[in-house]
């Protein structure tokens, strides 16, 4: 498949630009306070190791969601272990190159991959905070907060990677 990997990589700013907003003007407030947290306890963080961290682990996001959003790769990784694949050549291979001469831009789309993202995050995200905050005795605002935020991010990452890798 061709596709363009430094997309996955641009994906991944979008979950530090749309948490500077998110954790920031629309909720910042709300947060802090269900996190126990006041600008004094927050002052003094290393926002270069922070947001470092989190770009690395933001590309692993990606690449989780690349698997997710386009659907010609699920039958990429079907054929990839058959004989002569790798090496570009048999049976699978040539089946391959004749899927995707029909079928390569099917669901490539933003809407498409941003539909995937706000399901992934609704059904995915979503239940990994609720169960984690029922064992923190954390309120429904939290998961809220924190839940809508991976929602509207990965529904950002999911059309950036759909339409555009």
């Known amino acids: 498949m061709e596709m363009n ?4 990589f641009i994906a991944a ?9 998110w954790y920031g003007p629309l909720f910042g407030n709300a947060w802090m ?7 004094e306890s927050l ?7 922070t947001l470092l961290i989190c770009y690395i682990l933001s590309v692993l996001v990606a690449m989780a969601l690349m698997q997710m959003v386009i659907h010609q ?4 990784s079907t054929l990839a272990g058959e004989p002569g694949f790798n090496e570009q050549t048999g049976d699978a291979y040539i089946y391959f190159q004749d899927f995707l001469a029909t079928y390569k831009d099917r669901f490539r ?4 991959g941003a539909l995937h993202g706000v399901l992934y995050g609704l059904f995915f995200a979503t239940s990994i905070l609720g169960i ?8 429904f605002k939290y998961v809220a907060i924190n839940a809508g935020y991976w929602i509207v991010t990965l529904a950002v990452m999911g059309g950036i ?5």
């Open 43 to 49: 002052a003094g963080t290393n926002m270069v190791k």
């Open 33 to 39: 306070q269900q996190m126990g947290f006041t600008k």
């Open 109 to 112: 789309t933003f809407k498409h």
């Open 13 to 21: 700013l979008v979950p530090m630009f749309i948490g500077a907003i």
């Open 161 to 165: 990677i759909s339409k555009w890798l």
């Open 5 to 8: 990997f430094y997309v996955l």
């Open 132 to 139: 984690q905050a029922i064992f923190e005795k954390k309120s």
């Open 73 to 76: 790769m699920g039958v990429y």
